[in-house]
């Protein structure tokens, strides 16, 4: 296939992996008028420290077995093997859930209490955030086993509706007064139903039997990214933590309204990484592998720039028109740029550490996000004390560039990959240049937006004016 036919199949598959994903969140983010005439900054602050639970639990939960269990598939021969393989990390996730969320239930009140401190929300949130992630470990097997089979379009028709149902209860319950618990509802009914249609999947592709050497060789692969999984979210999330031991818990909300809106990249990169990883291992036995990697890392580069730069440039006044009873969210207007700057830096690490797990090496996982995940804190102790919410956003920014670093460093010994480098500066240089010519746009609202498309449209320009385009991609260009 072509490198412009491989580069098709990788945005359509990303597109068809992220289309539900993506078409949700645009929803919720179209309902964030909505959200904010019924939840105050201090109910986003309550919600932005539930994430950073229910998401360390998701890794617990799973002892990185969705990420083990993608890997193993590939090196097994026999499609007995594969079945059996879906049945062993299917039963081991259900009875590894089933405990830990027993444990969450009889520790609520500690858990509950280590997590808010002294001013604690009334009711059981922390334990309805840990039965929506146990219902949810039933749920990766089957979604791996539809990427692996290489059905985007299924895999995107059971997100859509397991989104669309959390949507449409979000909206009733919120507005009929659930507040933070009707939000955490609406995701645990959503992920049971998601699960229950998953299950017919699981049933066609799986053998009901269990394999000790099987379950060795995923938790061999997987064991080491727990502890890196900890510290990525360490290192993305414990500034709300943080920032609760220093400013008010509304302020912890403004600064999680900010991360709404600079996250933007981040749908991208959920978006493009299922479709990242079978590209790659799909190209492994090819002569030309390393090559035709770096060629398509320079494009995916270019695309997470572009989105990058819309966000940064046009997300204060995305922000005023979509919280216009709320004036008080209006304050994190400063953090988006430089959260999307810090999701730009993780699309610069999944691009370029893919030699990890073309090696399986994965220890070095840990030992990145050690040194990641200590330099966030270490940063976020420094900077918030000074510098408010906005110390943390930039302690953010600092990390994920650490991360990308050391993430290319061992990458490139394990797995070599010829990067386009001049190409890739230049798309960075050029998204800085346009981003600097958006802040001389004017305050008010229509002039800014007009002044800051300008900006936008001189990105192109810039590329182009720098030499980023090949010969033939000036030929196809001027074809087209």
């Not at 105050?40 to 939960?61: E, H, M, N, R």
């Not at 990883?277 to 320079?298: D, H």
């Amino acid at each position: 296939m072509t490198l412009v036919g491989q580069l098709k199949k990788l945005a359509s598959h990303s597109a068809l992996y992220g289309a539900a994903d993506v078409f949700t969140n645009l929803i919720n983010f179209l309902l964030v008028p909505l959200y904010t005439a019924y939840l105050s900054p201090t109910d986003y602050g309550v919600l932005a420290l539930l994430l950073l639970f229910s998401t360390l639990a998701k890794i617990v939960f799973r002892l990185g077995l969705d990420g083990a269990f993608f890997r193993v598939h590939y090196d097994l021969d026999s499609e007995s093997e594969r079945r059996r393989l879906a049945g062993t990390v299917a039963l081991f996730s259900a009875g590894l859930g089933s405990a830990l969320f027993f444990a969450v239930a009889l520790g609520q009140q500690a858990l509950t209490g280590a997590l808010f401190g002294h001013d604690q929300p009334v009711g059981s949130l922390v334990l309805l955030a840990a039965a929506d992630v146990w219902l949810g470990s039933f749920a990766f097997v089957p979604l791996s086993l539809l990427r692996i089979q290489e059905r985007p379009g299924l895999f995107s028709s059971f997100a859509a509706v397991r989104h669309a149902t959390n949507t449409i209860l979000k909206v009733v319950l919120v507005m009929h007064g659930w507040g933070v618990a009707g939000v955490l509802w609406s995701d645990l009914i959503a992920t049971g139903l998601f699960s229950l249609l998953l299950l017919p999947i699981l049933a066609k592709n799986a053998t009901l039997a269990f394999s000790f050497p099987l379950l060795r060789e995923c938790l061999r692969f997987g064991g080491p990214k727990v502890p890196h999984g900890i510290l990525v979210q360490a290192q993305n999330l414990a500034d709300r933590k943080i920032l609760d031991l220093f400013v008010s818990r509304a302020e912890v909300g403004v600064y999680q309204m900010g991360y709404t809106f600079g996250q933007g990249v981040k749908f991208a990169l959920s978006a493009f990484e299922p479709a990242w990883q079978p590209f790659v291992y799909s190209q492994l036995k090819s002569p030309n592998a390393p090559t035709t990697i770096a060629r398509v890392v320079t494009y995916a580069w270019l695309a997470f720039v572009s989105l990058g730069l819309g966000v940064a440039v046009f997300g204060r006044e995305l922000l005023v028109v979509m919280t216009p009873r709320n004036p008080a969210f209006h304050a994190a207007a400063p953090l988006i740029p430089p959260v999307a700057l810090a999701y730009l830096f993780h699309g610069a690490f999944l691009l370029t550490s893919i030699g990890i797990g073309v090696r399986k090496q994965a220890r070095y996982y840990p030992i990145i996000t050690s040194l990641t995940a200590s330099a966030n804190i270490a940063a976020n102790f420094l900077l918030i004390p000074r510098f408010g919410t906005l110390g943390a956003a930039w302690a953010t920014v600092l990390s994920y560039a650490l991360m990308a670093g050391l993430g290319l460093y061992f990458s490139q010994r394990l797995f070599p990959i010829p990067f386009e480098w001049p190409r890739l500066g230049r798309v960075a240089a050029g998204g800085a240049v346009a981003f600097a010519l958006s802040l001389l746009a004017p305050a008010a609202l229509l002039p800014a937006v007009g002044g800051k498309a300008a900006a936008m449209l001189a990105f192109p320009a810039l590329l182009i004016a720098s030499g980023f385009l090949t010969d033939g991609e000036r030929v196809r260009l001027w074809r087209r």
